[in-house]
Structure formats: structure tokens, C-alpha cells
């Protein structure tokens, strides 16, 4: 999943952002455009004319894929569902959905909008061209062209892999005939692997047969090789949520946390508790009263030449500043949290007083021991 990027502020309740991949793509579509294909089948327009068709051309692609992308946000949103961002990339836009859905009704409507958006999209800009191409040139010239990228990006998002919406639609006609999401979606990323392969050997293939064709092949095996990657990498986020799902903190926490008093220093802590009990994590209490926790993390951040200085107080990261769980929350939401906030570990609150950790480890190592078991 692409991180980073420039926030391009709010469309309808959610955050757009455009990763700085999609400013390589709006030069490579401009200049692609500007300088050879709409002179090639457009000659006699001005400089000017191709460049700034060119970049509006590029400019409304970018709003394509945006709407595409806002098409899903908006049926997701209302199932109920929570849309946290939207990020625009060098193959098109991913939408940053809170949690999957609960109902294949609900991701058969959420995928289908995508490509119909797309395709809707792109018979008006042909009809646009249809009505323009004998008066205004220039017009009928980046309607064609955006008419037919979009009626691509329909047909490219319809190929039946996961996490594609095409893969999406086939997950959820196979997950509401079998009422077994994690099998259908084992079947809709496999396929999607495979679409990767092919994609990755046919443009090898192309490359090999025909080098004047090496950019196309080149392109094809790195939509290939992303296409593999992203149906790996969602495959395993599914298994992983449906093996937390019904779980909670308690079962999956450690419970027997050595206790650290803010007095003692860094050195302190790091010759008398973390090396000799090889845990990773421990609370601060005072008193009775919990304070903070400290981590490697907060030691690790500190130049050694400070241990022997610096108390725990002033290196833990207090209660304040972190987010906390209670036993009974889900393991579902805890791994949320891990993942949204960056975290390692949590701590277990009841009440005022810190019961135990919850760690990144304690998650793989729940899942681990219940995949062994075949549970
Ligand atoms: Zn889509």
C-alpha cells in the first residue's frame, strides 16, 4: 500500500491524497501527449495548443481515476462503512476502506461502481468527441483520448483478480453461493496471482519477441509484479483478520508485566529488568498509580552516553500519549490501532491501573499457535 504523499484536502467527508508517483505520471502523460501522439494524428494546432491540451488532458485523467475511486467511498459509506483515505498512484487510486465488508451484497455494489463509473465516464467523453470532432478540434482531441483511458481503466479494474475490483465482484458472487469468505477469498487471489504471472511473462515475452516493444513489455511486467504482490499481500490481511475476529485482548495479552519505578535510570532499568527478564516492555507505577510505559523503543531513542543520567520518568512514554485497550476490547480493533497509529504495543487498562501489554508478538504468536492447530 503507497504511503506519503500531498494531502489534497477533503471530498465528501474523505481525505484525497496524491502520492508523489501520480507526478511522474502527469508529466510522462503530458509530455507523451504533447509532444507525439496529438501531434501525430492532430498536425497544424500551435505549441501552445498541444501543451496545454496535453496537460488539461492529463488533469482531467487524474479527476477520472479520482471519481472511480469516489464512486466506491460513496457506496461504501453508505453501508455504514468507514472511508479513511483515498491515495492517488502511478496505477490509479486506492481507497483506504476501515474494514472489510460484512455482506457480499455489499462488496458486490462497493466494486461494480468503480469500472461502471469508468465506463460511464468514458461514453461521455466519446459522445463529447462524436459532437466536437468536425468544429473543435482540440476538444474532440482530448475527449477521444480520455474516452477511451477511461473505458481502459474500466476493463483493466474488471479482470477477475483480488484485490482488483473485478477480483472484488467474483469474491462476492462466490462468498454469497458459499457463504465462506475466507475460501472465496482464497479462490479470487489465486486467480489474481495468476493474472499477475501472466502479466509478468507476457511482458517478457513481448520484450523478447519484439524489442522495439520493450517499454509496453516492461510496463505490463511491473503491473504484473504489482498486481502479484497486492493479491499476496491482501490474501494474507484477510486470513489474518478472520483468524483475530471474535477474539479478545484477554485471551492474546501478557499479564505477568514487571513493574518499573520512575526513579530508577535508564541504566538502571536496562541491567536489572530488560536483560534479565527479555521482555520488551514494561509499566511505569508510582505509588500504586500508573504513569506510563517503557519500551526499547524509548531506550533505543536515546544515545547510551544518557543512560546512566536519565530516569525512567523523563524516557517513558506516559499513559497520556498512547492509546490504551481494555481486556475485553477485540483483537480485531487492537491490531487497528497497531497498524493505524504505528505502534508496537498497547497497554491492557482496567479502570486506572495497567493489567498487562499487548504486543505486535502476542498477535503472530495468537495466530501462529492457532494455525498450527489448525484452528
Ligand atoms: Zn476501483
Redesign the pocket.
Known amino acids: 500500500m503507497p504511503q506519503g504523499g500531498v494531502a489534497l484536502g477533503k471530498y465528501f467527508g474523505v481525505p484525497v491524497r496524491l502520492h508523489w508517483s501520480w507526478f511522474i505520471v502527469f508529466v510522462l502523460v503530458t509530455w507523451m501527449l504533447g509532444a507525439y501522439y496529438f501531434p501525430g494524428v492532430y498536425p497544424g494546432w500551435s505549441q501552445v495548443t498541444y501543451w496545454g491540451i496535453g496537460a488539461a488532458t492529463s488533469i482531467l485523467f487524474f479527476v477520472s481515476v479520482l471519481l ?2 469516489l ?2 467511498s460513496w457506496v461504501a459509506q453508505a453501508a455504514g462503512m468507514q472511508v479513511k483515505s483515498i491515495t492517488l498512484f502511478i496505477f ?2 486506492v ?1 483506504q476502506i476501515g474494514r472489510e465488508p460484512e455482506k457480499p451484497g455489499v462488496e458486490f455494489r462497493m ?1 461494480i461502481v ?2 461502471g463509473t469508468s465506463l460511464v465516464l468514458g461514453a461521455a467523453f466519446w459522445a463529447i468527441f462524436f459532437a466536437t470532432r468536425h468544429s473543435v478540434e482540440p476538444l474532440a482531441g482530448l475527449a477521444f483520448w480520455l474516452g477511451y483511458v477511461n473505458i481502459s481503466l474500466a476493463v483493466f ?1 474488471l479482470i477477475p483478480g483480488f484485490p ?2 473485478g477480483g472484488r465482484v467474483l469474491r462476492s458472487v462466490i462468498w454469497w453461493r458459499s457463504g465462506d469468505v475466507r475460501s472465496a477469498t482464497r479462490t479470487a487471489s489465486t486467480i489474481g496471482r495468476g493474472f499477475g504471472y501472466l502479466f509478468i511473462f507476457g511482458g517478457i515475452a513481448l520484450i523478447l519477441l519484439n524489442r522495439s516493444y520493450w517499454w509496453n513489455g516492461l510496463w505490463l511486467a511491473l503491473i504484473g509484479w504489482f498486481l502479484e504482490n497486492a493479491a499476496v499481500g491482501s490474501y494474507r490481511q484477510v486470513a489474518l483478520q478472520d483468524m483475530l475476529e471474535g477474539h479478545t485482548v484477554s485471551e492474546a495479552m501478557t499479564r505477568d508485566c514487571q513493574v518499573v519505578p520512575p526513579t530508577a535510570t535508564v541504566e538502571q532499568t536496562v541491567n536489572d529488568y530488560i536483560l534479565k527478564s527479555g521482555r520488551r516492555c514494561f509499566p511505569v507505577v508510582e505509588n500504586g498509580r500508573a504513569l506510563g510505559i517503557v519500551t526499547l523503543h524509548n531506550i533505543k531513542n536515546l544515545s547510551r552516553d544518557l543512560w546512566p543520567r536519565k530516569t525512567v520518568r523523563e524516557a517513558m512514554t506516559p499513559l497520556d500519549k498512547t492509546k490504551s485497550v481494555k481486556p475485553n476490547d477485540s483483537l480485531t480493533t487492537t491490531m487497528q490501532i497497531l497498524n493505524d497509529d504505528d505502534l508496537n504495543q498497547l497497554p491492557v487498562m482496567e479502570g486506572d491501573s495497567i493489567v498487562g501489554l499487548i504486543a505486535r508478538d502476542n498477535l503472530l504468536s495468537f495466530i501462529h499457535t492457532r494455525a498450527e492447530l489448525g484452528m
Do not use: K
Open positions: 472511480h475511486e464512486a466506491h490509479g487510486g481507497s466494486a468503480g469500472p479494474n482488483l475490483d
